[in-house]
């Protein structure tokens, strides 16, 4: 299953509210994470199964979409938002990520 | 505290072997699926393999299969992946991630260790 992510990078204000997408190949159900990756550190977990927030993120990010089209939204751009977003399937047990989103601060 | 900490990356060889190791603390390692995910120079994240928690599911990328095996060793709370014929489209940090399940069905990497960099070159 592929994943495509667009845009593949955005520059936004802070405050500014910001929207990545995520297109299976195939219906994938609500089998879709999102993570956030810092320049030099390992991934974290944002999202899981599509729109359930992990614990101990901030509420301003938000997951959307279901079966094929998916979107991750920040709704106030915060500093430390900066980083590269990317999307992971599991409904096929070949797992794969999306090609990511750079996510930089004006 | 909640960690996974890798160790074994290096420079090797294109052709040969390497073997990574994942320590795992804080949590019952028993309990959990683990995988192994890469990252090569600039690139994005490429999952590689998982393990189920007693070792009878296994799946690797198609970019691994038959090179790469991944292992764990529950009474020392460790993960690994031994690599064989190393080409340099290897190249990557590898990191070992955590799989949790969520509602019984939907499975995430909700702990990644730092990760471990190897290097495939003459």
């Known amino acids: 299953i592929q994943m495509t992510q667009s845009p593949s990078s955005l520059s936004a204000s802070v405050g500014d509210r910001v929207t990545i997408t995520c297109r299976a190949s195939?219906?994938?159900?609500?089998?879709l994470n999102w993570y956030q990756q810092r320049p030099g550190k390992a991934p974290n977990l944002l999202i899981y199964a599509a729109s359930s927030l992990q614990n101990g993120v901030p509420s301003r990010f938000s997951g959307s979409g279901s079966g094929t089209d998916f979107t991750l939204t920040i709704s106030s751009l915060q500093p430390e938002d900066f980083g590269t977003y990317y999307c992971?399937?599991?409904?096929?047990?070949?797992?794969?990520f999306g090609g990511g989103t750079k996510v930089e601060i004006k | 505290q909640v960690q996974l900490v890798e160790s074994g990356g290096g420079l090797v060889k294109p052709g040969g072997s390497l073997r990574l190791s994942c320590s795992a603390s804080g949590f019952n390692f028993s309990d959990y699926y683990m995988s192994w995910i890469r990252q090569a120079p600039g690139k994005g994240l490429e999952w590689v393999s998982y393990i189920s928690s007693r070792t009878n599911i296994i799946y690797y990328a198609d970019s691994v299969k038959g090179r790469f095996t991944i292992s764990r060793d529950n009474a020392k709370n460790s993960l690994y992946l031994q690599m064989n014929s190393l080409t340099a489209e290897d190249t990557a940090v590898y990191y070992c991630a955590r799989v949790v399940y969520y509602f019984d069905k939907y499975d995430a990497f909700d702990i990644w260790g730092q990760g471990t960099m190897v290097t495939v070159s003459s």
């Open positions: 195939q219906n994938i159900g609500n089998f």
């Open positions: 992971r399937q599991s409904y096929s047990t070949l797992l794969t």
